[in-house]
Each structure stands twice: as C-alpha cells, then as structure tokens.
C-alpha cells in the first residue's frame, strides 16, 4: 500500500534522509527503530506531508504522493499519531476525537462504538479536558482521533514515549488488534527492541539518514540490533 523510494529530505543544507525506501503493507506492522536524531521522525513527516522531499517518491496505493499536500494524504487514509501526542489541551476529550472529522464527508461524521471498545477510559472521560488526562491517557486519545478518520494507513511515532507499562501493553493489544483485522497498514516508529519484536512483521533499523537493516524480527541478528539502538 504504502512506498517509499529513494527518499532525500534536507533542512536547508542538512541532510535528514539520505535514499530511504521503505514500505507497508495492510494487515503488518512495520516498525522503524533507531537512536536519537537518526532521521525516523523526518521519515514520518515526510510521508504524511508535513515536510517536503527533495528526491525519491512516495507512493500510496501505486499512485505518486509527493507532492501532495498533508490533508490530501489524510483524505486518502493515512493518519499520523506524532511523538508528543499534540492534542488540544483546552478542548475535551470528546471534541479531541470529532477534530477527526475534518477528512470525512459529512454524513460519516461520527465516532464509532469501537473506539470505546479499544480505549474503554476514554467513553468515562469524554467531558474533561485533554489536558486534564494523564500522558497515558492522552497518548490514547491521540490515537483514537486518528482512528476516527477511518485510515487504512497508521503512522505512530513512538505511542510508548514517557508511558507507564499498563498503558503500554494496552497500545500493544489495539496495534495487535488492527493488525490482525487486515485492512490497515501500520508504520511504527520505536526504540524498544522488545516492543517491537511483539508486534512487527519487518523491522527497519536507521542510522545517519539511512536504513541500516531490515527483515522479519527473526531474520535480524538481535545484538546487532540491540548495539545499533545503544547511545
């Protein structure tokens, strides 16, 4: 569904991204791992639009997306969940997950009875304030909002960042749960070796701007792994 071919991105004259291809497929989990600063974030926002390439091309169901604008990918089906969750503090928690409404034609304007069925705290809480909820909690909002708008592709730029563990395994088992319903592709970004081996299907590994390794977790030696994700 989704691929990504001989990207280059630049911050003026840095150099972000340096030839990267990678894909996704509906009904896997792909999951970028690496260190700080290595270029998965500028992946993510290359892909949904938020930061334009300077080579390559980024294809969405076979067609050419490049160019696009962010809201025409969201239009088409891919939903971003950013690192720091980026909620509306002053908006509640049910008015957080109807800002999904945007990419959807009017008479599909509704949460669905799963999103309460994947994040059953987020039904008891729907007038308090997103700012009023814990990190945990808010990461699951972010993640909901993004599931109104109906993808069929997922990105998450690390879900599991300043989470506590219970919350943690609850992202684990919604991924694990759309995974296995087939019709969406997820793109996981991540530093937890462990996190991602549960989930993944292929498992990319960046360094310097670059994909380093790639495979099924048990294609992929896990030392080598483990001391590329080392500080």
């Known amino acids: ?57 980024i294809r969405w169901d076979g067609a050419d997306i490049s160019r696009l604008p962010p809201y025409e990918r969201a239009r088409r089906g891919i939903a971003w969940v950013p690192q720091g969750r980026d909620i509306f503090p002053l908006l509640t ?15 599909a304007r509704r949460v669905p009875d799963e999103i309460y069925e994947l994040f059953p705290v987020l039904k008891t809480m729907l007038r308090r304030r997103g700012g009023d909820l814990s990190g945990g909690q808010q ?60 989930l993944a299907q292929t498992i990319a590994v960046m360094d310097r701007g670059d994909i380093v390794l790639s495979g099924a977790p048990g294609e992929l030696d896990e030392q080598d792994v483990r001391r590329r994700l080392s500080v």
């Open 1 to 57: 569904m989704l691929s990504v071919e001989g990207v280059d991105l630049h911050y003026g004259a840095a150099i972000a991204l340096r030839g990267v291809s990678i894909s996704a497929t509906a009904g896997a989990v792909t999951c970028l791992l690496g260190r700080n600063g290595v270029g998965k974030t500028s992946l993510l926002r290359a892909i949904v639009g938020a930061h334009p390439i300077t080579r390559g091309a």
């Open 93 to 107: 928690v049910r008015e957080n997950l109807e800002t999904g409404f945007a990419v959807l034609p009017r008479r």
């Open 139 to 198: 990461q699951q909002l972010a993640i909901a909002r993004a599931l109104v708008t109906k993808p069929r592709l997922l990105v998450l730029d690390e879900p599991t960042e300043g989470i506590q563990p219970s919350i943690i395994k609850d992202i684990g088992r919604v991924i694990a749960l759309l995974r296995r319903r087939g019709d969406m592709a997820i793109l996981l970004v991540e530093q937890y070796y462990d996190f991602a081996r549960e």
